[in-house]
């Protein structure tokens, strides 16, 4: 029999010998995947499978991700949006895992899962609108570019701060339990994010309050210019997971396949036993942090180029579909032509839009405007019809 | 702080009638002491809004100073619930669930360590309506924590934090001075559609005692009450504070000098017009706060009346209000803006 102690945490066997837990594991933590490189299933393979109209329509989502990250890139090089900031590379991460969720279940972004609002139904249009902060802009030109948020898509709003929506998906999920919806809260995060106090902070809570949480780490390798090297110290993200007391699992982000069956197992798990999830999504930051970074200035081109090349989450998915018949040439060259010419309609009609009237600028900070605001509100006015050559045009006062 | 008032052991109660002051509600209760009374006003929210929520560190068994005794009975532990030891995880787990719907009203143990959550609530909290073009909000957060002097508090059981949040757009900042006032005030931060910081004076916990209404009933915010009708100078405070200016009001009284005075109540948003026409009847104006005086909301208000008053006023604003230093053990006497340092502060202002 083996000894125990007692212990307020509870029974705990004790021993004799000084023995401390390595700072590592001899073996790191292996990476689930499905698809090869050469996009063929290895065989043996447990996932669960994908119809065609999926699959087509996961590869259609994830081609035009590719080639709306292209065309508002370059609208921001051309000094048309203030700013921008790409998922090249993490498309399987953004489309997968939304394809995998239920429409129900509430998404808590960072800022680099646009794909799963794309998927959900955002228009082009309305990725345009928010860009250019003009009038159709949901979120009333009020943040800068890349911010997107629906609430008729179950969509947080994006915010800047790093890891801020990990507690708040704890609370999601916790009143989707008490609700008892048939949904759970899925909340994304960097490798950076991790090292956040917001990070155990939403771990941890998720966890006592046995909500229904799935936590999904994009680990690309880089926080701007920080390499993982210099962010922890610790096997990855995965291996947090068991100091939560959260089941987790580690992907390889770029096998669509390998994600959409461990976003859907994993929100199984978080609706039906009613605890979070945590997995992390192996991946690169192909592009550049954002377009105020030249990422080349901090790691090799050739490493880009590489991943970029020889590791594309897109190409390889499209492998598949196409060993399966269910893609052809003819079919990519119409479906990027035509996301591309759908996109520059977008962005020229966004462009063109109105502005958002003056009176948005008091609107929201609270429900009703209070009297400072309404003062503040009738003394710029004033000054702006004064002296209208002091700021911009096409504003409405 | 008792020997300041010199009241050591007695529990202080609030007249509801002294010379010139107006009695607003002719309404009895029992009598409660804040916590009570506070504890009175979370039943009732619990009770009248089925998705409601109370949590934070040790509420569970009716909390460090007794303010959620009995909820966790009433209404189960999926609604009142203990969290770890986490102050940005609380604000963070209260605001999702605030934005889909529920009301979750969080505590913070003691205002000196709401710090970690200022992220949550500044960048978080109070944009999440703006930010979303009103398409989310989380109005339905409250967070409350004990602040202020409590004789023996010293840096980290003492702070009086309300001037950070004043300065966040977005967030309303609500100081209640009696059990009474907390009760319907509390209600009404519970039930704003906007997240609220709601700061109660521990100090007052158990000192202060007065009759409570027992019904469900608000009181507005970013409403200010004349306490105390004057003519001679306009006192605004808040807190545990305006117990210390009433009483150097009727000191004051007794050197003929008429003092009026003003509970703000909500710090942000604040009624500027019933203090500036106070101000404009008396021509003189002394703010009051535990906080230190640099930077401290005094600042906001006198900077205000002075655009507002500026003609009017027969002397300049004068703030009587903690040392700018960390709040100390055993100088605590000497940091705090007593009845006497008032008291010297309204002759000095009268007879500039």
């Given at each position: 029999m083996i000894p125990e102690l007692d212990f307020p945490g509870g029974k705990v066997g004790y021993t004799s010998e000084m023995k401390f837990i390595p700072e590592s594991s001899s073996r790191r933590i292996p990476c689930y995947r499905v698809l090869d490189e050469d996009g063929r299933i290895i065989p043996d393979s447990d996932f669960i499978p994908v119809s065609e109209k999926l699959a087509v329509r996961m590869y259609e989502q994830m081609a035009t991700l590719q080639?709306?990250?292209?065309?508002?890139?370059?609208?921001?090089?051309?000094?048309?949006i203030s700013f921008y900031l790409t998922s090249v590379g993490e498309e399987a991460i953004n489309i997968a895992s939304a394809a995998a969720l239920s429409p129900d279940d509430v998404v808590l972004p960072q800022y680099r899962e646009p794909?799963?609002?794309?998927?959900?139904?955002?228009?082009?249009?309305?990725?345009?609108?928010?860009?250019?902060?003009?009038?159709?802009?949901?979120?009333?030109?009020?943040?800068m570019p890349i911010h997107y948020g629906s609430n008729r898509l179950n969509y947080f709003t994006i915010?800047?701060?790093?890891?801020?929506?990990?507690?708040?998906?704890?609370?999601?999920?916790?009143?989707?339990?008490?609700?008892?919806?048939?949904?759970?809260?899925?909340?994304?995060?960097?490798d950076g994010g991790t090292s956040e106090g917001d990070f155990h902070a939403g771990l941890n809570f998720a966890a006592v309050m046995e909500a229904p949480v799935v936590f999904i780490c994009r680990n690309n390798g880089w926080a701007i210019s920080t390499h993982i090297s210099e962010q922890f110290r610790s096997d990855g993200i995965v291996v947090k997971g068991q100091a939560y007391g959260i089941r987790s699992i580690r992907v390889d982000g770029n096998d669509a396949l390998a994600v959409y069956s461990t976003v859907r197992s994993a929100r199984e798990m978080a609706v039906t036993e009613q605890r979070p999830v945590l997995i992390e999504m192996m991946t690169y930051r192909v592009g550049h942090h954002s377009t105020?970074?030249?990422?080349?200035?901090?790691?090799?081109?050739?490493?880009?180029?590489y991943w970029k090349m020889s590791r594309n989450p897109v190409n390889r998915f499209r492998k598949w579909v196409e060993d399966n018949g269910w893609w052809s040439e003819?079919?990519?060259?119409?479906?990027?032509?035509?996301?591309?010419?759908?996109?520059?309609?977008?962005?020229?009609?966004a462009e063109k839009w109105e502005k958002q009237p003056l009176t948005e600028l008091f609107n929201d900070v609270y429900d009703v405007k209070p009297k400072n605001l309404e003062e503040q509100e009738l003394g710029l006015k004033e000054l702006v019809k004064k002296q209208p050559q002091d700021y911009p045009p096409g504003f409405h006062v | 702080m008792a020997a300041l008032l010199g009241r050591s052991c007695r529990k202080l109660s609030f007249p509801s009638l002294t010379h010139g002051a107006r009695r607003v509600s002719t309404e009895t209760g029992k009598p409660l002491n804040l916590y009570s009374a506070i504890n009175q006003a979370l039943h009732i929210a619990l009770d009248t809004d089925p998705r409601s929520y109370v949590f934070g560190e040790d509420v569970g068994f009716g909390g460090v100073f007794r303010c959620t005794t009995g909820l966790a009975e009433?209404?189960?532990?999926?609604?009142?619930?203990?969290?770890?030891?986490?102050?940005?995880?609380?604000?963070?787990?209260?605001?999702?669930?605030a934005a889909m719907g529920n009301r979750a009203i969080v505590e913070i143990q003691f205002a000196d360590y709401i710090y970690p959550?200022?992220?949550?609530?500044?960048?978080?909290?109070?944009?999440?309506?703006?930010?979303?073009?009103?398409?989310?909000?989380c109005g339905g957060l409250t967070i409350r924590a004990p602040y202020g002097a409590v004789g023996h508090g010293g840096h980290y059981h003492s702070q009086s934090p309300e001037a950070f949040f004043c300065h966040v757009p977005g967030i309303k900042v609500v100081i209640p001075r009696s059990p009474r006032e907390a009760k319907g005030l509390l209600l009404s931060c519970i039930r704003d559609p906007n997240p609220v910081v709601f700061f109660e004076p521990k100090w007052l916990y158990r000192q202060a005692v007065e009759e409570v209404p027992e019904h469900d009933y608000m009181i507005p915010l970013s409403e200010a009450e004349v306490i105390r009708e004057g003519n001679d100078i306009t006192l605004v405070g808040w807190g545990a504070q305006l117990t210390v200016m009433e009483q150097a009001c009727l000191d004051a009284e007794k050197?003929?000098?008429?003092?009026?005075?003003?509970?703000?109540?909500?710090?942000?948003?604040?009624?500027?017009?019933?203090?500036?026409?106070?101000?404009?009847?008396?021509?003189?104006l002394l703010i009051s706060h535990e906080a230190p005086v640099t930077g401290g909301f005094g600042a906001e208000i006198s900077a205000t009346i002075l655009e507002r008053c500026f003609l009017k006023l027969e002397a300049p604003v004068s703030r009587v209000c903690g040392l700018d230093t960390p709040f100390p053990l055993v100088f605590e006497p000497f940091y705090m803006p007593t009845k006497n340092k008032i008291l010297d502060a309204i002759k000095s202002t009268v007879n500039y």
């Open positions: 080639v709306m990250d292209h065309i508002f890139y370059e609208a921001q090089r051309q000094g048309r794909g799963v609002l794309l998927w959900r139904g955002f228009t082009l249009e309305e990725f345009a609108n928010q860009c250019f902060g003009n009038k159709a802009d949901y979120g009333k030109g009020r943040q915010s800047s701060p790093i890891a801020t929506q990990l507690p708040q998906a704890a609370g999601v999920g916790y009143s989707l339990k008490m609700d008892k919806k048939n949904a759970c809260a899925v909340t994304f995060i960097g105020s970074d030249d990422s080349t200035k901090y790691r090799a081109a050739d490493e880009i180029q003819e079919d990519e060259s119409k479906l990027r032509s035509n996301a591309r010419k759908q996109l520059l309609q977008a962005i020229q009609a | 009433r209404f189960g532990k999926n609604r009142v619930f203990n969290t770890p030891l986490c102050e940005q995880g609380i604000v963070g787990f209260g605001i999702g669930l959550a200022f992220d949550q609530i500044v960048n978080e909290a109070a944009k999440f309506r703006y930010r979303s073009g009103n398409q989310f909000n050197e003929g000098i008429s003092c009026e005075l003003i509970d703000l109540k909500t710090l942000l948003p604040w009624d500027k017009e019933t203090v500036e026409a106070s101000v404009k009847k008396t021509g003189r």
